[in-house]
């Protein structure tokens, strides 16, 4: 008797399990990794146009949250619509890239 691969399984089997738990989980993980993509964003570049007396900081500290909170919901959202499979290898994409030193989390 032959012992089937991967692919084949998904062949036999119609393609990969997908049902609510794979997409709560892709949920999660696609808003916390968008989460922390956001932070980054947002804790950066918001306060770029800052003036005198620390308005710029400021601006960095409220788009720090806003994009932890923007960036976590779209990516919990587009995490749970994608699926694990979809959603687990863009978070693998943007890690390799950011290891690599070719990190651009809007051009994901």
């Known amino acids: 008797m032959k012992e089937l691969n991967i692919f084949e399984?998904?062949?036999i089997a119609a393609g990969t399990e997908d049902n609510l738990f794979t997409r709560l989980a892709a949920a999660v993980l696609t808003g916390v990794v968008?989460?922390?993509?956001?932070t980054l964003i947002g804790g950066t570049q918001s306060g770029a146009n800052g003036g005198l007396l620390g308005f710029g900081l400021g601006g960095n500290v409220v788009g720090m949250f806003w994009g932890l909170a923007m960036g976590a919901i779209t990516?919990?959202?587009s995490g749970f619509a994608m699926g694990w499979d979809?959603?687990?290898?863009?978070?693998e994409k943007s890690f390799n890239n950011l290891f690599d030193g070719q990190f651009v989390p809007w051009a994901q």
């Not at 979809?86 to 978070?91: C, F, K, N, P």
Request: no cysteine; glycine share 18%; hydrophobic share 55%.
């Open 9 to 11: 399984m998904e062949q």
């Open 34 to 38: 968008h989460g922390v993509w956001g």
């Open 75 to 77: 990516g919990a959202a």
């Open 86 to 91: 979809s959603s687990l290898a863009i978070v």
